[in-house]
């Protein structure tokens, strides 16, 4: 823990008094999103201190051309960067001719940020007085619409409190805007026009290169004591544009400003018609008034934590962590639109660009496979399924011919655009999270129609890869794959790591599983699929013998797979032996001494024993945990909830907990002391995996849903929903019992602690 400011509570995210050392990590905390766009919680009026402005548009991006020292041959030539937008939340406030300034304020009192995650708005609160002597009493209250996502609204209120004043509000659209990273400093956006009618104001812009078409608007209405307050001037500028309300404001008298705004996008619209379609948004937005809006989006949000809630009895602070992070994922992701995906910092920050990483796969599809109904997930594995074309295209640049798939790294549109090369061409797992995502979208929803429709194009291509990326060793008369990163990103440019061989022989195996399948029950799918792969059995009987003879690194001595083949030549010294100074070690140590040391960033065997949980016996889990867990230094956001789910299938409920708050609090807490660039959204899944997978035992065996709660000592209960092949369950655990109740309209058996349990829809069942 870094950081302990956020106020306790179950339901909102709770900020006192004024820090500026603290604004930008708030600006990540307290951020929004609506699932077509979201914003950092930057100030509405002019902040001149440190700060992060951000504001993104789903799927909208920029190819930054790559910038590295010493090129070498199939680099990306460039990263994608998650766009800063133009600000359409921009109010400018003066007060008696001065700009009010939280940082040039002379007392900052009564400050209060609250995000309510029920509810799904964020307001803040404070008293200022200013550098002419003025004291101002200022509330905000924002959020972005789930019933018209290309809107949000601000309701912006300012009080004079210790004697009369000229105020002017002043809303405002900037398109004058710059990512905080930018490889060579190159202009993002051209604004093409700049224009205003009565309270409406536009400004039309595209993306350089990508041309992605955008139309930034907002509408603006002032009101004293329920007057409304006419706008006196208007004014524009190349990439600005504003509507100014002056008005004399006596003592304790108040006045309002009612804004809304957001983005219409050529992806949705033709370029020509944005405008038309903005004037839309704001006409339905008028219709329906901030009020009605604003409960229009606190049902909305209603009807998601009906389904995605959980529940946690007798500890607020692991309450806050796990509702924080559903509330986030719910913010970037929303599943309707299946030529989007899930960005690692979603709406919060443009850290490591792209908008797809094998995160999705491996951790967030459980997520929404769970909590949403199966068209999401679906989405997700179509989203992979539309960028095979490219995936292949990947893999030739790097020499790989036949229709090999190698899936990106990170990717906008399928091509890789991520320029780091030990993971970019090393970490190769991710074909591994995809191929297992077709494998868990079956067993999870029971559908198996993703599979001849689209996925075994998709397992084709990833096991022509990992056959043709294996060579044969005739010193280990084995198959080795050489040179590669695991999901321990402080191992680079390694040998046989343990968690890419064993993906590799299974992805093989699964898909010549899928093969005589499809054979067998979809013979016009398996026709089309061999005569445009060109899939011969010489060529599968090839992949047979390099996924049977794979070679996986092992020590006698200590009984355990090794991570990879020079992992017992480091020193093995424990994490417990680092002095507190030392870390998070990827801040404070160069990266040629973290490559020679022992320290694993993430779950690396650990993650494979996850996937591949009923691969291996509880006592092979256990030799592992123990060997491996102490070297664990937890720098990725993805390691704590996996470390929590194995302790608790463990029985070791202590360390699950700690793990558990570590993954849930990660950024309300700010482990890893880096918050402010933006919050870990994909990892928060995890966070939801270490209760329903870990503390309530969920699997899947042999086709059935199984349960083996536990519950740690600091709860009285907790609960949760799933949605297993559109029959949900409500799972309640305390310590005294297990509760299961079943809505829908037939019966269905479960298995807990190992034995059958028939759930009857309508009636709790008590174990």
Not at 374 to 389: F, G, K
Not at 751 to 767: A, C, F, T, Y
Request: hydrophobic share 35%.
């Amino acid at each position: 823990m870094n950081q302990d400011y956020i106020q306790p509570d179950e339901w909102s995210i709770i900020e006192k008094d004024f820090d500026y050392e603290r604004v930008k990590s708030s600006e990540s905390l307290f951020s929004i999103g609506n699932g077509a766009m979201g914003q950092r919680a930057n100030f509405e009026e002019h902040y001149s201190g440190e700060t992060f402005q951000g504001s993104y548009i789903a799927g909208v991006y920029y190819p930054d051309k790559t910038r590295v020292g010493w090129w070498k041959n199939g680099y990306p030539e460039y990263f994608a960067k998650v766009l800063n937008a133009p600000n359409w939340i921009g109010i400018n406030v003066f007060v008696n001719k001065k700009a009010l300034d939280l940082n040039t304020c002379k007392i900052v009192k009564d400050f209060e940020r609250e995000l309510n995650m029920k509810e799904g708005w964020y307001k803040r609160s404070f008293i200022a007085e200013m550098p002419n002597g003025v004291e101002v009493s200022v509330s905000t209250t924002r959020f972005l619409s789930l019933t018209i996502d290309e809107l949000g609204a601000i309701e912006y209120t300012l009080e004079v409190l210790n004697s009369d004043a000229d105020v002017k509000l002043i809303p405002y659209l900037d398109s004058g805007i710059k990512n905080e990273d930018s490889n060579w400093d190159d202009k993002f956006w051209n604004t093409t026009n700049v224009s205003y009618k009565d309270d409406r104001a536009f400004i039309e812009a595209h993306t350089m290169k990508t041309n992605f078409a955008t139309c930034s608007f907002m509408q603006a209405e002032a009101f004293l004591e329920g007057n409304r307050v006419v706008a006196t001037k208007y004014e524009k500028s190349e990439n600005f544009v504003s509507i100014e309300f002056q008005q004399a404001l006596k003592k304790n008298q108040k006045v309002s400003l009612v804004k809304y705004g957001g983005y219409t996008v050529s992806r949705n619209y033709k370029t020509d018609n944005l405008v038309k379609a903005a004037n839309t948004t704001l006409d339905q937005a008028l219709k329906l008034g901030y009020e009605t809006l604003l409960k229009k989006q606190k049902e909305a949000w209603a009807e998601i934590w009906e389904m995605s809630d959980i529940t946690i009895s007798g500890d607020v602070k692991a309450q806050q962590g796990i509702r924080f992070n559903i509330f986030q994922l719910n913010q970037t992701y929303l599943g309707t639109d299946s030529r989007l995906n899930i960005g690692p910092k979603g709406f919060t920050g443009e850290k490591y660009g792209g908008s797809t990483y094998w995160d999705t796969e491996a951790y967030c599809l459980p997520f929404y496979m769970a909590t949403k109904n199966q068209t999401v997930a679906w989405n997700l594995l179509e989203y992979r399924y539309n960028h095979l074309e490219k995936a292949i295209e990947n893999a030739e640049k790097l020499g790989f011919s036949n229709g090999a798939a190698l899936y990106p790294m990170v990717t906008m549109n399928g091509e890789e655009c991520h320029n780091e090369w030990e993971i970019t061409f090393e970490e190769i797992h991710r074909n591994g999270a995809i191929a297992f995502a077709v494998y868990n979208y079956y067993r999870f929803t029971g559908d198996y129609s993703y599979i001849p429709e689209m996925g075994l194009e998709v397992l084709i291509g990833i096991s022509r890869f990992w056959h043709q990326r294996a060579n044969y060793s005739k010193k280990k008369k084995k198959y080795v794959i050489l040179g590669v990163t695991g999901p321990n990103e402080y191992e680079n440019n390694v040998n046989n790591n343990w968690y890419t061989n064993y993906l590799a022989k299974w992805c093989i195996q699964y898909t010549l599983e899928q093969l005589e399948k499809v054979k067998d029950g979809y013979l016009v799918d398996y026709d089309r699929i061999v005569a445009q792969t060109r899939l011969t059995k010489a060529e599968t009987d090839l992949w047979s013998e390099v996924a049977e003879n794979m070679f996986f690194p092992y020590s006698k001595k200590h009984e355990v797979f090794l991570q990879q083949d020079g992992f017992l030549d480091k020193e093995l010294v424990k994490v417990d032996n680092l002095d507190s100074s030392e870390r998070p070690i990827n801040q404070k140590w160069s990266w040629d001494r973290i490559l020679r040391s022992p320290y694993i960033k993430q779950a690396d065997i650990l993650q494979g024993f996850y996937l591949f949980e009923d691969h291996f016996s509880n006592e092979e889990l256990e030799k592992h945990f123990d060997f491996y867990e102490p070297f664990t230094v937890h720098e990725s956001s993805l390691s704590p909830c996996v470390h929590s789910i194995q302790a608790a299938k463990l029985g070791r409920m202590d360390q699950a907990y700690a793990f558990y708050l570590r993954t849930s609090r990660l950024d309300l807490d700010d482990y890893n002391k880096e918050v402010e660039e933006g919050l870990h959204i994909t990892s928060m899944a995890g966070t939801w995996m270490s209760v329903v997978e870990g503390f309530g035992g969920m699997r899947i065996l042999d086709d059935k849903l199984h349960f083996t709660p536990r519950i740690p000592e600091q709860w009285k209960s907790y609960s949760f929903k799933i949605n297993f092949r559109n029959r949900i369950i409500k799972v309640t655990v305390s310590a005294k019992e297990s509760s299961f109740e079943l809505t829908g309209k037939e019966e269905m058996s479960i298995r807990v602690n190992d034995q059958r349990v028939v759930l009857i829809p309508g009636k709790i069942v008590e174990v």
